[in-house]
């Protein structure tokens, strides 16, 4: 057998079927972490891994640099955060519009049931966590345990085979994009920094055109690709977060391309950026007195957000439409189910963690945050496998 042929049958046929699998994002991604995590705390390796993504490179301690007329990231972890996660969070709109157009979300009657109960799913876990902070200076991180990880809770359910039905798969990958929906809006409004009025209406002016393009069916070309690089260079500055420009983008993809540009975007974003952001974003110190910290209301607040509140908003606001008769369980799907997918829901890690180094200036807040998103993250990981994995026959009662 030829040398190559013997490569591509022993490495690349098993890792090109490795990334097909929908668990693969989910193993990368606590790979990434582990990595992390670890290289963060060795004596000769923590400090060293910890600052080089947070080296500027004008060394200063400022969000953007000047280099000759442009504004531009000014160091590793911001490139990720604020210029990588863009094209994340661009394959995220185009996926909502997708579901927008012709999914989950292209009917009122489709859409109600995973609409209320990512609504729920959002707006528990933060009043969860408000009473837990009432009052101190940790106010500001409410949205940390709104979000859901679509990749991980997508990534355990497929674990879980035939024990989670189709139609539950389906009603979790629209709950995800609603929630990401919804903690898109909420980085818009609420952890961007002084609005900037020129730049907004650059941004205003270049999403204009780049939908005058797709309504009047203009060829996509390297034009609408110039366009969302400006598009993206003025949301950077103008106050908003920047990743809100892959959204706004997104919008104006044709949708007979919309497939086409998910497919060739799935693998650079899930398996190159995703794990980067991981790397970058859990290098993490532990402190000495790690199990101290972690008791407190802001660490409680963001645990019992995710591990209680998403289960307990996401159940709710469905048992309230099913009482009323406005929608339905999904079909084929127990009370006992829903209910798994609920407390599978409370997986934030990704999203969690943004939110986080945007909630949050100090970097001891932040790793605070980042632990306790990963604790309560690994917690709903398990609880989540094991209540699914006890496929019992009979279904809950509840009383409707």
């Given at each position: 057998?030829?040398?190559y042929?013997?490569?591509?049958?022993?490495?690349?046929n098993?890792?090109?079927a490795?990334?097909?699998?929908?668990?693969?994002i989910g193993?990368?991604?606590?790979?990434a972490t582990?990595?992390?995590l670890?290289?963060?705390?060795?004596?000769f390796?923590?400090?060293w891994?910890?600052?080089?993504w947070?080296i500027?490179f004008?060394?200063?301690?400022?969000?953007?640099?000047?280099?000759?007329g442009?504004?531009?990231p000014?160091s590793?972890?911001?490139?990720?955060n604020?210029?990588l996660?863009?094209l994340f969070f661009f394959l995220?709109?185009?996926e909502i519009?997708?579901?927008l157009?012709?999914g989950?979300l292209?009917s009122?009657?489709q859409s109600?049931?995973?609409?209320?109960?990512?609504?729920?799913?959002m707006?528990i876990?933060?009043?969860?966590?408000?009473?837990?902070?009432?009052?101190?200076v940790?106010m500001?991180g409410?949205?940390?345990?709104?979000?859901t990880?679509?990749?991980?809770?997508?990534?355990?359910a497929s674990?879980l085979?035939k024990?989670?039905?189709i139609?539950?798969?389906i009603f979790i990958?629209?709950l995800?994009?609603i929630d990401?929906l919804?903690a898109i809006?909420?980085?818009?409004?609420f952890?961007?920094g002084?609005?900037?009025?020129?730049?907004?209406?650059?941004?205003l002016?270049v999403f204009l055109?780049l939908?005058l393009?797709q309504?009047y069916?203009?060829r996509?070309?390297w034009?609408n690709?110039?366009?969302?690089i400006v598009l993206?260079?003025?949301?950077?500055?103008?106050?908003?977060?920047?990743?809100?420009a892959?959204?706004l983008?997104?919008f104006?993809i044709?949708?007979?391309?919309?497939s086409?540009?998910e497919?060739?975007l799935?693998k650079p974003v899930y398996?190159?950026?995703?794990?980067l952001?991981?790397?970058?974003?859990?290098a993490i110190?532990?402190?000495d007195?790690?199990?101290q910290?972690?008791?407190?209301?802001f660490?409680?607040g963001?645990i019992?957000g995710l591990v209680i509140g998403?289960?307990?908003?996401?159940?709710?606001?469905c048992?309230?439409m099913?009482?009323?008769?406005w929608s339905?369980?999904?079909a084929?799907?127990?009370?006992?189910?829903l209910?798994?997918?609920?407390?599978?829901?409370g997986i934030?890690?990704?999203?969690?963690?943004f939110?986080?180094?945007?909630a949050?200036?100090?970097s001891?807040?932040?790793?605070?945050?980042?632990?306790a998103v990963l604790i309560?993250?690994?917690?709903?990981?398990?609880?989540g496998y094991?209540w699914?994995?006890?496929?019992i026959k009979?279904k809950?009662i509840?009383?409707?």
């Open positions: 057998m030829a040398p042929n013997l490569i591509r049958k022993k490495i690349f098993p890792l090109a490795f990334m097909h699998d929908s668990r693969a193993i990368i991604l606590l790979c582990a990595i992390s670890v290289l963060s705390n060795l004596h390796s923590g400090e891994y910890r600052n080089i947070q500027s004008d060394n200063t301690s400022n969000h953007h640099i000047h280099f000759g442009l504004i531009l000014n590793i972890m911001v490139i990720i604020d210029g996660m863009a995220a709109g185009m519009k997708r579901e157009v012709s989950e292209s009122l009657k109600l049931l995973p609409v209320m109960a990512a609504i729920g799913g707006v876990p933060a009043i969860l966590y408000t009473q837990f902070n009432k009052g101190t940790y500001g409410w949205a940390v345990p709104m979000a990880d679509i990749a991980f809770t997508l990534g355990v674990l085979g024990k989670v039905p139609s539950l798969k990958t629209a995800a994009i990401d919804g809006v909420v980085i818009a409004l952890y961007g002084a609005l900037k009025l020129t730049y907004l209406l650059i941004t002016f055109i939908g393009l309504q069916k203009i996509f070309g034009y690709w110039v366009l969302s993206w260079y003025a949301m950077f500055n103008s106050g908003i977060h920047a990743t809100v892959g959204v983008f997104a104006t044709p949708v007979k391309q919309l086409h540009f497919l060739k799935h398996f190159i950026i995703m794990p952001f991981a790397l970058a974003n859990t110190l532990f402190p007195n790690s199990l910290s972690l008791n407190s209301s660490s409680w963001i019992f998403k289960p307990l908003g996401i159940c709710g606001a048992y309230l099913i009482k009323n008769k339905s369980l999904p084929g799907t127990s009370w006992y189910q209910i798994g997918a609920g407390i599978l829901a934030g890690f990704t999203m969690s963690i939110i986080s180094t945007l949050f200036a100090d001891n807040t932040q790793d605070m945050a980042k632990i309560a993250s690994l917690l709903a990981m398990i609880i094991a699914l994995s006890y496929n009979s809950i509840v009383p409707l």
